[in-house]
């Protein structure tokens, strides 16, 4: 069984321009959810795919949009990027066996992006 | 609006002591609550689930407890360990579409 993973790990880019970030959930996991986490803060809920269509938004502007493909892999993407946006993206899996009830995550190691 | 707060300050303790961090939320009514530890760089990692209709949990050496009443919930490492060393973050949450919402964490380092 392969856990979540990430890429890149690391990037770094300019205000103004955009950025795609890829996350492969666990296997078997239907559903995907999107973290920014600042330094020194706690993960900050962006958004949940499940079944390729979003389920569940948290409090971020329309730049930030994306996609989850027929294999349940999710991309984030970011336009128009602001220095605000530095910082650490994780992507979580969950299973299709969890009930409304449970909500365990199984998290990626992130991608770090610096916006300069 | 809801919030959800833990020691912004680092906690540190002597190796076999017991650490207890604290996680209060308001303006929430959570159906359950889950902590995460989580190590610099890296992802969180899921620790414990405690729903609503259970006072206290148990894995190994950590237990939490959930206080509906207080809003509060205390999660405990027996016996530490330098390797405990991480941020804990605690998510109450109401269920539904399983949007975990995350506390800020507490920084705890156990002391050789």
């Known amino acids: 069984e392969t856990g979540v993973t990430q890429s890149p790990t690391h990037l770094i880019k300019t205000r103004g321009q955009q950025v795609t970030l890829r996350c492969s959930s666990q296997?078997?996991?239907?559903?995907v959810s999107w973290y920014q986490q600042a330094l020194g803060q706690g993960p900050q809920f962006i958004f949940q795919?499940?079944?390729?269509?979003?389920?569940g938004r948290g409090n971020f502007p329309p730049r930030f949009s994306g996609l989850q493909f027929p294999n349940y892999s999710s991309e984030l993407n970011v336009n128009a990027l602001e220095l605000d946006d530095s910082a650490l993206y994780l992507c979580a899996s969950s299973s299709p066996l969890a009930g409304p009830n449970t909500g365990e995550l199984f998290f990626g190691e992130g991608s770090r992006l610096t916006v300069l | 609006s809801q919030k959800i707060e833990q020691n912004s300050e680092a906690l540190n303790i002597q190796e076999g002591k017991t650490a207890t961090l604290t996680c209060n939320y308001t303006?929430?009514?959570?159906?359950?609550l889950q902590w995460y530890r989580q190590d610099p760089g890296r992802g969180p990692v899921f620790l414990l689930l405690?729903?609503?209709?259970?006072k206290e949990k148990r894995k190994e050496r950590l237990k939490v407890t959930f206080d509906t009443t207080l809003k509060q919930s205390l999660f405990h490492i027996t016996a530490s360990q330098p390797a405990d060393s991480a941020t804990y973050l605690c998510a109450p949450d109401s269920g539904g579409y399983q949007k975990v919402t995350f506390g800020t964490g507490t920084k705890l380092q156990v002391i050789p």
């Open positions: 303006n929430y009514s959570p159906a359950y």
């Open positions: 795919y499940y079944r390729e269509e979003e389920n």
């Open positions: 405690i729903r609503e209709n259970e």
């Open positions: 296997s078997g996991h239907n559903t």
